[in-house]
């Protein structure tokens, strides 16, 4: 029976070179999916406990998604997944662009590395064969000069790569994985465990048929999800995102938001059309966290106007089975007023170099995105390091001295690149800077982790938990702790799960404000509900912009049952999802992990609270919402250890 996945994987031993291919049954896909729950399957029971991240004992893991390839929609994510260096606990990251499908039509699910290479190789699979390859001459390039190195070596158009940069090579805690010119698996550093291997890459080409079980079923709902992807009604000028910010933030009330309003938004300016609507409702962290748009007014905020930004775009970028087109290629100066080409930053990346250090250069935002994107480092990270340690130095916890001359100020715009270009090059201060907060803090001493805004030793992403409070909770409970795209209650709000899942609350139109800071069974029931369903789609390797289309628009569960030959109920597929959150959650336990360790700096979480601005008195209660979380899962609630 044709089912979409390839029950196959390939393990490569990078200490002895050997490479060999196992078959994974057909229950681990029926109780895990594929993807990140294909990959915690076999990384919970193959990395032993305490295991050096950095070490030869970590199993580093490419894997792609059940649905991808099947001519379903929003589903080329590729992941990676392993024990994260930067926080000793389960880290994965994801990404787009165009290498999701390259691991499939080499006839793999997934790629496995163990082991530690003498020297620099990078993995090739060219037409069935798989051989690890010399790369020294690669080592010391920029991951978009090494791409077009290896795809022109191949000499086949098909190929695809993923690659680690500089930050990787220099076991940077904050670097990523690159693929299509620099688009990055970010998070968790896991760019440092594959620079601890010595892989620089990984070079893929196939042409192994990817067969959903039922094609015709597929198309029917593709077609009916693309009626909802191209309607797209005019929208106003991107200056008036930030007028609309004020007005969410004077409501008393807050609007449960409708996927659909966001799509448009993606489609017209992409991720950046939050830019100012963002910090103005007080989602946006500003000033590493102690600010509010007072700090950063609308003046101030006006350069990273998504107007402004997409004036530079030349063309729009689409991911690898995406309909939306969110992303672009931009045409812009660098700092000496040289023309280049770079992907349009994020919205993470333009509000943690412009709120978040108070920086309103629009033209360093685009040379820093590139500079980052070459070189494989975390740009949520990065902007995060900077921000810590202008506060040291405001603080006096970092002196002149120490910082190889430099007066760190806030909104300091050469200062803000030279501290980039130093991390990356692990340059006198970035040596210091370049693995992250929690590390920078430790190194620093004289009180400095109280500046350290991270969840369990990563950074945290540029949405406040003390404005949905279902960040703060998934920031402190997922297996890997301070990520925002797992849940929030807006989230829940997209999702629209109820309309699948009777037995979930449905929020209705509106709800008050004050409510959000109840710690009660609701709030828990939603963000349990968010998990479930994000290991769902990160198994499919579906995009979390498709998913908050809504699941009355997007067919994801029924898409799986055309594409795998099953007939599982949504219900049945969450469950699924809880099984792989019960998973993760036992690998940390199993490194040695204590739960209760991964909560966020107290500032994020409103102790104390902010005395002006949008999130003016609020603080969260994180444990009592964390203890609830654990024993919605049946886990033990005091310790968040799985029975």
């Given at each position: 029976?044709?089912?979409?996945?390839?029950?196959?994987?390939?393990?490569?031993?990078?200490?002895?070179?050997?490479?060999?291919?196992?078959?994974?049954?057909?229950?681990?896909?029926?109780?895990?999916?594929?993807?990140?729950?294909?990959?915690?399957?076999?990384?919970?029971?193959?990395?032993?406990?305490?295991?050096?991240p950095l070490g030869p004992d970590?199993?580093?893991?490419?894997?792609?998604?059940?649905?991808?390839?099947?001519?379903?929609?929003?589903?080329?994510?590729?992941?990676?997944?392993?024990?994260?260096?930067?926080?000793?606990?389960?880290?994965?990251?994801?990404?787009?662009?165009?290498?999701?499908?390259?691991?499939?039509?080499?006839?793999?699910?997934?790629?496995?590395?163990?082991?530690?290479?003498?020297?620099?190789?990078?993995?090739?699979?060219?037409?069935?064969?798989?051989?690890?390859?010399?790369?020294?001459?690669?080592?010391?390039?920029?991951?978009?000069?090494?791409?077009?190195?290896?795809?022109?070596?191949?000499?086949?158009?098909?190929?695809?790569?993923?690659?680690?940069?500089?930050?990787?090579?220099?076991?940077?805690?904050?670097?990523?994985?690159?693929?299509?010119?620099?688009?990055?698996?970010?998070?968790?550093?896991?760019?440092?465990?594959?620079?601890?291997?010595?892989?620089?890459?990984?070079?893929?080409?196939?042409?192994?048929?990817?067969?959903?079980?039922?094609?015709?079923?597929?198309?029917?709902?593709?077609?009916?999800?693309?009626?909802?992807?191209?309607?797209?009604?005019?929208?106003?000028?991107?200056?008036?995102?930030?007028?609309?910010?004020?007005?969410?933030?004077?409501?008393?009330?807050?609007?449960?938001?409708?996927?659909?309003?966001?799509?448009?938004?993606?489609?017209?300016?992409?991720?950046?059309?939050?830019?100012?609507?963002?910090?103005?409702?007080?989602?946006?962290?500003?000033?590493?966290?102690?600010?509010?748009?007072?700090?950063?007014?609308?003046?101030?905020?006006?350069?990273?106007?998504?107007?402004?930004?997409?004036?530079?775009?030349?063309?729009?970028?689409?991911?690898?089975?995406?309909?939306?087109?969110?992303?672009?290629?931009?045409?812009?100066?660098?700092?000496?007023?040289?023309?280049?080409?770079?992907?349009?930053?994020?919205?993470?990346?333009?509000?943690?170099?412009?709120?978040?250090?108070?920086?309103?250069?629009?033209?360093?935002?685009?040379?820093?995105?590139?500079?980052?994107?070459?070189?494989?480092?975390?740009?949520?990270?990065?902007?995060?390091?900077?921000?810590?340690?202008?506060?040291?130095?405001?603080?006096?916890?970092?002196?002149?001295?120490?910082?190889?001359?430099?007066?760190?100020?806030?909104?300091?715009?050469?200062?803000?690149?030279?501290?980039?270009?130093?991390?990356?090059?692990?340059?006198?201060?970035?040596?210091?800077?370049?693995?992250?907060?929690?590390?920078?803090?430790e190194r620093i001493g004289k009180?400095?982790?109280?500046?350290?805004?991270?969840?369990?030793?990563?950074?945290?992403?540029?949405?406040?938990?003390?404005?949905?409070?279902?960040?703060?909770?998934?920031?402190?409970?997922?297996?890997?702790?301070?990520?925002?795209?797992?849940?929030?209650?807006?989230?829940?709000?997209?999702?629209?799960?109820?309309?699948?899942?009777?037995?979930?609350?449905?929020?209705?139109l509106m709800y008050s404000k004050?409510?959000?800071?109840?710690?009660?069974?609701?709030?828990?029931?939603?963000?349990?509900?968010?998990?479930?369903?994000?290991?769902?789609?990160?198994?499919?390797?579906?995009?979390?912009?498709?998913?908050?289309?809504?699941?009355?628009?997007?067919?994801?569960?029924?898409?799986?049952?055309?594409?795998?030959?099953?007939?599982?109920?949504?219900?049945?597929?969450?469950?699924?999802?809880?099984?792989?959150?019960?998973?993760?959650?036992?690998?940390?336990?199993?490194?040695?992990?204590?739960?209760?360790?991964?909560?966020?700096?107290?500032?994020?979480?409103?102790?104390?609270?902010?005395?002006?601005?949008?999130?003016?008195?609020?603080?969260?209660?994180?444990?009592?919402?964390?203890?609830?979380?654990?024993?919605?899962?049946?886990?033990?609630?005091?310790?968040?250890?799985?029975?």
């Amino acid at each position: 029976m044709e089912k979409s996945y390839m029950g196959r994987i390939l393990m490569v031993d990078m200490g002895t070179g050997n490479i060999c291919e196992e078959t994974v049954p057909d229950k681990v896909y029926e109780n895990y999916l594929g993807g990140l729950g294909l990959a915690a399957s076999i990384l919970y029971d193959r990395i032993p406990a305490g295991a050096d991240p950095l070490g030869p004992d970590n199993i580093l893991a490419f894997v792609s998604g059940l649905l991808t390839g099947t001519g379903t929609l929003f589903t080329g994510r590729w992941m990676v997944a392993a024990k994260s260096p930067l926080t000793g606990t389960w880290g994965d990251a994801n990404c787009g662009g165009n290498f999701s499908p390259a691991i499939k039509k080499c006839g793999y699910d997934g790629i496995f590395f163990t082991g530690i290479s003498e020297k620099p190789v990078y993995l090739s699979i060219i037409n069935g064969k798989a051989e690890l390859k010399d790369a020294a001459y690669l080592w010391g390039k920029d991951a978009v000069e090494t791409e077009a190195i290896l795809i022109s070596e191949a000499n086949d158009n098909k190929a695809r790569v993923a690659c680690i940069g500089p930050a990787g090579e220099n076991l940077s805690l904050i670097s990523g994985v690159s693929n299509d010119r620099g688009r990055l698996a970010a998070r968790s550093g896991l760019g440092a465990v594959m620079g601890s291997k010595r892989l620089k890459a990984l070079v893929l080409s196939g042409d192994h048929a990817i067969l959903p079980n039922n094609r015709a079923e597929i198309k029917k709902l593709r077609l009916k999800t693309l009626i909802f992807v191209k309607s797209q009604p005019p929208l106003n000028k991107g200056s008036l995102n930030a007028y609309l910010g004020k007005a969410f933030r004077m409501l008393p009330s807050q609007i449960v938001m409708d996927g659909i309003l966001y799509k448009m938004m993606l489609k017209k300016w992409g991720t950046v059309s939050l830019n100012q609507l963002s910090i103005e409702i007080g989602d946006s962290p500003v000033k590493n966290w102690k600010g509010t748009y007072r700090d950063f007014t609308g003046r101030k905020s006006a350069p990273i106007n998504p107007d402004r930004i997409i004036a530079r775009e030349v063309k729009k970028y689409f991911c690898y089975s995406c309909p939306l087109g969110c992303g672009g290629i931009c045409k812009t100066k660098d700092m000496d007023g040289k023309d280049f080409e770079t992907h349009k930053p994020e919205y993470e990346t333009v509000v943690a170099f412009s709120g978040l250090l108070l920086n309103e250069d629009l033209d360093s935002i685009f040379y820093i995105n590139e500079l980052l994107n070459r070189a494989g480092m975390d740009s949520i990270s990065a902007g995060a390091t900077i921000a810590f340690a202008i506060e040291c130095y405001e603080k006096k916890a970092l002196k002149p001295g120490e910082t190889n001359g430099l007066k760190l100020k806030w909104g300091d715009t050469k200062t803000i690149v030279a501290l980039v270009e130093k991390m990356i090059k692990r340059e006198g201060i970035g040596d210091i800077l370049a693995d992250g907060v929690k590390k920078a803090a430790e190194r620093i001493g004289k009180g400095a982790q109280k500046y350290a805004m991270h969840a369990g030793g990563q950074e945290l992403p540029m949405h406040d938990g003390r404005n949905d409070p279902g960040f703060a909770l998934h920031y402190s409970v997922e297996a890997t702790p301070g990520r925002h795209t797992m849940g929030a209650f807006m989230y829940y709000d997209m999702f629209q799960l109820w309309k699948k899942i009777k037995s979930l609350p449905s929020p209705g139109l509106m709800y008050s404000k004050d409510s959000k800071y109840v710690a009660d069974e609701e709030k828990v029931i939603k963000a349990a509900a968010c998990s479930k369903f994000m290991n769902v789609a990160n198994g499919a390797g579906l995009c979390l912009f498709g998913a908050f289309l809504g699941l009355h628009r997007l067919p994801l569960f029924e898409w799986i049952n055309a594409a795998t030959g099953w007939d599982k109920t949504p219900e049945e597929y969450l469950e699924m999802g809880a099984a792989i959150q019960t998973l993760k959650q036992a690998f940390n336990v199993k490194q040695g992990v204590d739960p209760k360790s991964l909560k966020p700096n107290k500032r994020t979480l409103g102790e104390p609270p902010q005395e002006n601005g949008p999130n003016k008195g609020r603080s969260v209660e994180i444990d009592e919402l964390m203890k609830r979380y654990w024993e919605h899962f049946g886990w033990d609630p005091e310790t968040g250890k799985p029975a």
